[in-house]
């Protein structure tokens, strides 16, 4: 038995040597009980660019020597500094403005929420208290976080506090025009992610569109929460880049260090940078290990690497090899049903035989059996995820999908199987 109490995972499976990873270099994680599995994964969304990237990790030694610890927390530090620029850079100087930095997606969320009730505070608009997300969102399991999160995860039991909260649904524009029609007056921010949550469905173009008109109508902020879908991972450095109106915060993590150390970054548009500055409003978010240098050394070198890299455009060939490989699969595969998603961030829908969708235990389970052929997928609804790095190679993806194809044969029974072979 382990002293470790690893994450998600039930205490009868801790200490378990094939859970335990002892290595990762390129797209490939070595474990405890000497086996070895192709990631597509993504570690959890996060190694964009694949693991044991040499340039960001001597980014990280050469400021562990140099710099050790410092902070962002009533001071500046000089990575700080640049690597804020360098965020601003590719996000889009012309719209954003500052970068406040944190070290997770939830943290993030908690303080995106502060943010926008501070915002509407100092301009006198104190009763902006709601925030407003999607069904099916994925924010995070901090406290905040986990109450912006449209999934039923347990927030109950937890007792997260989710009375100035409210969901609606995915791409229903009429649901989201009648709460606004309602408490419109009393929105702070709608928080959306461009492709929304376990499912990943991404939102359509008249649902952004819409989301833009209602701002302009209510003035709430318009969030966009990108910490899976940025740096690459649908396509484009930020799935919001080319909405019609840009969000006025957008949150960053996942791939903001390719996964080196914990970091996320809220991104400032002008106005609501302005709206703080002009009040000389001191926002009361600090984290210790935000914004350190070994940090921000790491999202400088990242960014630096998906340039190198070309790795949106590397990306976009891995998403079209994989969009080649999930439609096939579907012709003929009797399990595999539909696919949501977009570029390198998939869900992969399955119902067992009879038509039944999966359960939980299912899904689990066959994340196990696809790992046992060779490969790390990440459980969905009644499905599983495939996050591939930007850099697999057309090899990569095809074995990938024999490890996918060999765990849901194993579901079916020997008659059908007996068929396909």
Not at 142 to 166: H, K, N, W
Request: negative net charge; contains cysteine.
């Amino acid at each position: 038995m382990t002293a470790l109490w690893p994450y998600l995972v039930p205490p009868s499976a801790h200490g378990d040597d094939s859970l335990c990873a002892v290595s990762a270099t390129g797209h490939r994680v070595t474990f405890a009980d000497g086996s070895t599995a192709l990631d597509a994964d993504s570690g959890l969304w996060n190694v964009n660019l694949g693991y044991n990237n040499r340039r960001i990790a001597h980014a990280l030694a050469e400021a562990a020597e140099h710099a050790s610890y410092l902070g962002s927390f009533r001071f500046e530090n000089l990575f700080a500094r640049r690597a804020a620029q360098d965020l601003l850079q590719v996000c889009g100087p012309d719209h954003y403005a500052r970068v406040l930095f944190s070290t997770g997606g939830g943290v993030a969320n908690d303080a995106v929420m502060k943010l926008a009730r501070l915002y509407h505070a100092v301009q006198g608009r104190p009763g902006r208290n709601l925030v407003v997300a999607l069904r099916g969102s994925f924010h995070g399991l901090t406290f905040g976080g986990f109450a912006l999160t449209g999934e039923d995860l347990g927030q109950r039991v937890y007792g997260v506090d989710q009375r100035l909260i409210r969901h609606v649904s995915p791409n229903n524009t009429a649901e989201l025009g009648q709460l606004m029609a309602a408490l419109g007056g009393q929105v702070a921010a709608v928080v959306v992610e461009p492709v929304v949550g376990t499912g990943t469905i991404p939102l359509t173009d008249q649902y952004v569109a819409e989301l833009g008109r209602l701002r302009e109508e209510h003035g709430f902020l318009l969030v966009a929460d990108e910490v899976a879908t940025g740096f690459g991972r649908i396509g484009k450095y930020f799935a919001s880049e080319d909405w019609p109106g840009l969000p006025d915060v957008l949150v960053t993590s996942k791939g903001l260090t390719n996964g080196s150390c914990p970091a996320a970054a809220l991104v400032m548009s002008h106005r609501v940078a302005q709206a703080l500055v002009e009040h000389d409003t001191t926002f009361a978010h600090a984290e210790t290990q935000g914004g350190t240098a070994l940090v921000c050394a790491a999202i400088s070198a990242t960014i630096a690497e998906m340039d190198r890299l070309n790795a949106v455009s590397a990306g976009q060939n891995v998403a079209a090899w994989l969009e080649t490989a999930l439609t096939e699969l579907i012709t003929r595969h009797p399990l595999a049903t539909t696919v949501t998603g977009a570029g390198c961030f998939r869900t992969l829908h399955l119902t067992h035989h009879d038509g039944q969708a999966l359960s939980g235990a299912d899904v689990a389970d066959l994340v196990t059996k696809i790992r046992h052929a060779g490969a790390i997928v990440h459980p969905g609804p009644s499905g599983i995820q495939l996050v591939p790095s930007l850099t697999y190679s057309r090899a990569e993806v095809a074995e990938l999908m024999t490890c996918v194809e060999q765990g849901l044969d194993s579901l079916l029974p020997v008659a059908l199987l007996a068929m396909r072979s």
